[in-house]
């Protein structure tokens, strides 16, 4: 059981003065959701907001500790962290020490580990999961539905199976508008997971690039992980960006006919995502999750632009004057088992794979 659900509390601030402002109200029709409009005094100075329990003193050891939030961002203008505190640790500005994700795990004035995942902007939902055993604590984050992993781990505290409570808390570096969610469910998917089939957009490596009349006279295959990934930029087109010595980019736009729908990014039509990491529990797929939009066809037609480098700083090497040549003769994309995907045209095919980075707990 979620520790939140049906708790009644308020959102409080962190005492900081100047022009900081809160206003915290439950949305209309859905009272387990509130709506927090927050902003900071200067956007070079975070204010954090922080869930005050009324009816438990969050100072003592909490015997039902385990816990879970969602936060979807519907306005945004600056800087937001999701993550959680304990009340005692909420002070104004860069004081306030906790564990946040922002793109990057922090501690609410450092940066801890970078890239953790996609830096948090206006449509994003974010899950907070803190799981609390005599064993210790371990808190997991989600993006959109898709767990990202297991961000922090801590060791057990000296009350044994009684953890110190820790709270929601937003961390906003400029203003936003987040709504709050305590759902009974909790999330059961606690590995870090790839997105759902047919979704373009994040990192892929590079399996194989044949090239040729006869699709194989030159076969490449890297000796050492070459990541690229993709952007959407809207439904149809995708920024694809790849590095071998310089970095190039290029665009790859799927024809009007390539999705099962209207919508291929994974994302509601406002740009916010309707996955939830706890309603993705109950859903079908390799990954425990359900995506709420249209995804990829299986087989699509596609149309590559000129691949391009901004800045040329070193002599190109063979594979990035191949990618340079071939990526805009291909045509086709075709989605295979196991999140590989092959692209091909006339010429030349290459096989990409879905990129999961792995990362250790931080440890306190």
Not at 199 to 216: A, F, R, V
Not at 272 to 277: R, V, Y
Not at 308 to 326: G, N, Q
Request: glycine share 10%.
């Amino acid at each position: 059981m979620n520790h939140y659900f049906n708790r009644i509390g308020t959102w409080a601030g962190d005492g900081s003065g100047g022009n900081a402002t809160l206003t915290a109200e439950k949305d209309e029709g859905d009272p387990t959701t509130t709506k927090i409009q927050f902003s900071s005094a200067s956007k070079g100075t975070p204010y954090s907001v922080y869930y005050r329990l009324d009816d438990e003193d969050s100072s003592e050891p909490a015997t039902h500790p385990t816990c879970y939030f969602e936060a979807q961002v519907t306005s945004l203008e600056g800087h937001l962290a999701v993550g959680l505190v304990q009340p005692q640790e909420v002070l104004p500005g860069w004081r306030t020490k906790g564990m946040f994700y922002n793109g990057n795990l922090t501690n609410g004035s450092a940066a801890l580990q970078t890239f953790f995942g996609e830096a948090v902007k206006q449509g994003h939902t974010v899950g907070i999961y803190c799981v609390a055993q005599p064993e210790g604590t371990q808190v997991y984050v989600y993006m959109n539905g898709q767990c990202l992993g297991m961000a922090f781990s801590l060791p057990p505290s000296n009350n044994g199976s009684r953890q110190r409570l820790r709270v929601p808390c937003l961390h906003v570096s400029g203003k936003a508008t987040v709504h709050v969610s305590m759902p009974d469910r909790l999330p059961t998917v606690l590995a870090r997971s790839f997105r759902g089939e047919g979704d373009l957009t994040g990192e892929w490596t590079l399996l194989s690039l044949k090239i040729g009349p006869d699709i194989g006279e030159y076969q490449f295959k890297p000796e050492s992980a070459f990541v690229t990934s993709m952007s959407a930029l809207d439904k149809k087109s995708f920024r694809w960006n790849l590095k071998v010595q310089n970095a190039m980019s290029t665009k790859l736009t799927l024809n009007s006919s390539s999705a099962n729908g209207s919508n291929t990014t994974g994302a509601s039509g406002n740009g916010a995502t309707t996955t939830t990491a706890a309603a993705a529990t109950t859903a079908e797929g390799e990954n425990g999750q359900k995506n709420a939009a249209t995804t990829v066809a299986k087989c699509v037609e596609i149309h590559v632009g000129t691949v391009r480098s901004p800045k040329v700083r070193a002599k190109p090497r063979p594979l990035e004057m191949m990618l340079t040549e071939y990526l805009p003769k291909l045509s086709h994309l075709h989605r295979k088992p196991g999140n590989v995907i092959t692209l091909e045209g006339p010429t030349v095919e290459l096989d990409l794979k879905r990129h999961i980075k792995i990362f250790d707990p931080l440890k306190k």
